[in-house]
């Protein structure tokens, strides 16, 4: 670190004088700012290529803010020590990897994700002031999504592949699982997106109560109840348990605030929140249908189809323990040829951390995991001995999607589609701004 951080100022020392006489350098936070915004309203409507090219556009007006601005420091937080090891081992497994030219295209994903993490980390040191802008981005990305998703479901819109098992369903009891506008078009993709972007409307109707600004709250909160509403809808079992998640975490963080003053009043909306949703499992048979379809096992055939891929998965990870087979879905695919049972063919192993192991093996999965404990470990500490109650806010929003996507991920794979991983990560860099 002390060599990086020695290079960095001499390279500021030579670049003094065109950062100062350079309207471009002068405005490159400005810049910063608008390509991270746009990696978000780009997510809902175009591919993961034009979404990564800005996302590395993000990166590359960092590293050149870096390299010039007088005073610009690299640091580290002890969680960010765990993501170093991680990225190291997952290079080392780069280099091992019998499919090295189908790896690489997987390094070169994850080194975007994790470089982009970086940009927003650098980008808000000096503008916290930012975090609201950012967080509201999001918060009207995942409105839109609803609202369309909303629509499609009263438009009863043809599933494009074969997204539930109806063989043992009655008509009535046959779901219009909606997609929304995210490419490729997949209700668990939707699912997943909502499930790390939900938590942005709730913490911002908070955020804007406690500043006063009521309008804008009750703005917030409707669209976070629309969009746990389209959640719904979209028929992912995965996101179903996220939400859970995401309620009970928003439960939990509360009773900070209201357990000793308001406790009848809180236990009241806690009561009504379950009893809602009982009530709308119990008058929708649909969606009756899809939430005790989790529960069916090998009885439903996309239940099956996981299990399936979970043995053939931890084959897999049993014969390359150590360094994995290379990262990157088209690695995995073209090795999970070799263990998956006859027509049962796989993307990936639809769990995050089966995945990690199978592509980096257990000390990449070791470190991934370190990570995640220690920052949710980090967070958590924050929400309950921090006296601000707006940053404890954006902390308990933060710490909420962070923790419903792992959850979520345990049981889909949907956590590696850029969509999902750029929200991911800039809840991460918006948490370890605050720490």
Request: proline share 2%; glycine share 6%; with cysteine.
């Amino acid at each position: 670190m002390t060599m990086f951080s020695n290079l960095i100022q001499f390279t500021q020392e030579k670049t003094k004088y065109l950062y100062e006489n350079s309207l471009f350098l002068q405005k490159i936070d400005k810049l910063i700012f608008a390509s991270i915004i746009a990696v978000f309203l780009t997510s809902t409507i175009m591919s993961s290529d034009v979404i990564g090219f800005i996302a590395l556009v993000t990166v590359f007006l960092t590293g050149v803010k870096i390299l010039t601005k007088p005073g610009e420091k690299l640091d580290c937080k002890s969680f960010e020590l765990w993501l170093l090891a991680y990225f190291m081992i997952v290079i080392i497994s780069l280099a091992g990897s019998t499919l090295f030219h189908l790896s690489l295209k997987g390094f070169f994903k994850t080194f975007t994700y994790l470089a982009f993490y970086l940009s927003v980390v650098q980008y808000l040191k000096n503008n916290k002031a930012k975090i609201p802008l950012i967080l509201g981005t999001m918060g009207l990305c995942v409105s839109f999504e609803a609202v369309v998703g909303f629509l499609q479901n009263f438009a009863h819109v043809d599933e494009i592949s074969t997204w539930q098992d109806v063989s043992k369903l009655n008509p009535e009891e046959i779901m219009t699982r909606v997609y929304g506008t995210l490419k490729p078009y997949n209700p668990n993709l939707l699912g997943g997106y909502f499930v790390a972007g939900i938590p942005s409307l709730y913490g911002l109707s908070a955020y804007f109560f406690v500043d006063k600004r009521y309008k804008f709250s009750v703005i917030a909160f409707i669209l976070a109840l629309l969009s746990t509403v389209t959640l719904f809808l979209t028929g992912c079992r995965g996101s179903y348990i996220g939400m859970m998640v995401i309620l009970a975490g928003i439960f939990a963080i509360s009773a900070k605030y209201l357990w000793q003053n308001y406790k009848q009043i809180y236990l009241s909306v806690a009561g009504a929140v379950i009893a809602a949703g009982t009530a709308a499992i119990l008058l929708f048979s649909s969606l009756r249908a899809r939430v005790l379809s989790i529960f069916a096992m090998r009885q439903d055939s996309s239940n099956s189809f996981r299990f399936n891929v979970y043995h053939s998965s931890v084959e897999m990870f049993k014969d390359n323990w150590l360094l994995g087979i290379g990262v990157g879905n088209q690695n995995f695919r073209e090795i999970y040829g070799l263990y998956m049972k006859t027509g049962f063919d796989a993307l990936s192993a639809y769990n995050i951390f089966l995945e990690i192991a199978v592509e980096s093996g257990i000390f990449a999965l070791i470190a991934f995991v370190g990570f995640l404990i220690t920052l949710i470990k980090n967070g958590t500490n924050f929400i309950l001995k921090s006296t601000d109650t707006k940053s404890v806010i954006i902390v308990s929003a933060c710490v909420i999607s962070i923790c419903a996507v792992c959850v979520h991920g345990l049981v889909d794979t949907v956590f590696f589609r850029p969509q999902i991983q750029f929200v991911f990560w800039t809840m991460v860099a918006v948490l370890r701004a605050n720490l």
